[in-house]
């Protein structure tokens, strides 16, 4: 088989997010609604301008994961592997039973936009409280934002090609893309790949704040991600992990495999624009989106459903939204387009992998998730984006776009499989 010819399925699927800790609750709580945005629990927000976040509900990592293991992983590496054991049970696969071949033919090429914000923090702390000696020898493995790939791939045996892609809120797009073309490319037959993130923090809220890039709507949180909202006033901070596991088709027939859906092509481009506005005309989003069609040998015309990046930023909706016309012309008005992020609030790293998951499920159930939060049209977003409820329609083709502070723009293209 000509490597150029080689097609590349999801099989497995694993997710933690702020309204559900598993792609199935994930997807009902999409179909209710349901805003995962409350009162952060996790510091102190007296001094914050911001005072609510997506935080993950329920999460025992020690339950999951045993207690040794937790205490020694940041959060945004404990959701990480939380999700990879979910994607991989759903794909089928018992990594005990891999045998040798098998177990250095498949990688991990798994990411975090930020990574061990929070051990970074507390140790910061330690040094300046009590000196260098006081440190934890974990400190630096539990920071860096490849370690998640590395346990995944410790954990489950997994040895062939191994490493994070960090490319801001791109990440989980970016790592999806290059497991992808890696499989392909004839480099290995299946992967674990996403993102993850857990930023909920005083630094990552106080940094986002010194931004002014955080919703500042304290008195109704739930309410406060509303993308293309005339009301906008920021995005939302959430949390939490997605992962899939992707394979070369004949590997995953030849397994018995259920499949969700293909992967068909994936995009990127840069800005060069500004290190965190987007380019006001989307010229950055619209190249990614052309260059996944063109991966893809899609026509515009084909796809069906398109899961934005939509911050519930000024800029931003605003970019996204004239890319997207600038790509499908009159067919922007025919398709159906939504911001997930609307429930889930801003994943950072993890939004790519979360909601690839949720175009995966557009197309398995053929239903649109919905914006929640729409009250004021915005005459700068005039497109169809499936406002307050889902809705049920053929999804054959599904879009997803991740875009990322320094003008990291990525794509990528599902479509419903066939033979």
Known sequence: MSRSTRRVVVTGMGALTPIGNDPETFW????AGKSGAAPI????TEPYATKFACELKDFDAAALLNRKIARRLDPFCQYAMVVADQALADA???SEELTTEQQERIGVIYGSGIGGLQILFSQAGTLSDDGPRRVSPFFIPMMIPDIAAGQISIRHGLRGPNYSCVSACATGNNNIGDAFMLIRLG?????????SEASISELGVGGFNALKALSTRNDEPEKASRPFDATRDGFVLGEGAGALFIEELEYAKARGARIYAEIKGVGMSGD?????????KGLG???AMLASLRDGEL???EVDYLNMHGTSTGLGDVAETAAIKGVFGDHAYKMNLSSTKSMTGHLLGAAGAVEAIAAIGAITHQTIPPTINFEHADPDCDLNYTFNKPVEREVNVAMSNAFGFGG?????????FEE
């Open 28 to 31: 009902s709580s999409m179909m």
């Open 41 to 44: 629990t996790y510091f102190d």
């Open 92 to 94: 089928g696969i018992n």
């Open 187 to 195: 480099h290995m037959e299946a992967a674990v790949t996403g993102g």
């Open 272 to 280: 060069a624009y500004h290190i965190t506005a987007p380019d006001p």
């Open 285 to 287: 989003a619209r190249n």
């Open 299 to 301: 026509n515009p015309e």
């Open 408 to 416: 990291h723009n990525t794509s990528i293209v599902f479509a419903k």
